[in-house]
């Protein structure tokens, strides 16, 4: 299906979500703890997608992964958000699943992420309300 880079830095959150993805048909090209390992893994790897840990210390990161990569970023949050990271104009993610999450979140997360037109109904849906 889809090639995914990984950025997490909880070896049972990332373990778990390779696992999960694998069972969905999904390949993890690669795994990394750092936003700024990810930059240096995402040009050798070439992901179509990348789940990100958010920090606020990785939310730049995130932004060039897709400004310069072209690579869209799913943020991976907490069940309780930290503060500072409700930046969405900075980093322009496609799309947000709060930990622990569900396969079923999973799966629809990356699809409206890899379809641009399913983008824009989720949008356009969001905006009607």
Do not use: C
Not at 89 to 106: I, N, Q
């Amino acid at each position: 299906m889809s090639s995914i880079l990984i950025v997490e830095d909880e070896p049972f959150v990332d373990s778990d979500l390779r696992a999960t993805l694998a069972a969905l048909g999904h390949e993890v090209t690669a795994t990394t703890t750092t936003s700024e390992n990810a930059l240096a893994k995402v040009a050798p790897t070439r992901p179509d997608l990348v789940f990100m840990k958010m920090r606020r210390k990785g939310l730049d990161d995130a932004a060039r992964l897709h400004t310069e990569y072209g690579v869209p970023v799913i943020h991976l949050n907490p069940a309780v958000d930290e503060p500072g990271l409700e930046q969405p104009e900075v980093t322009r993610p496609y799309g947000y699943l709060l930990k622990p999450f569900a396969e079923r979140e999973l799966q629809s997360t990356i699809e409206v992420a890899l379809d641009p037109h399913g983008m824009q109904r989720a949008l356009a849906v969001r905006d009607r309300w």
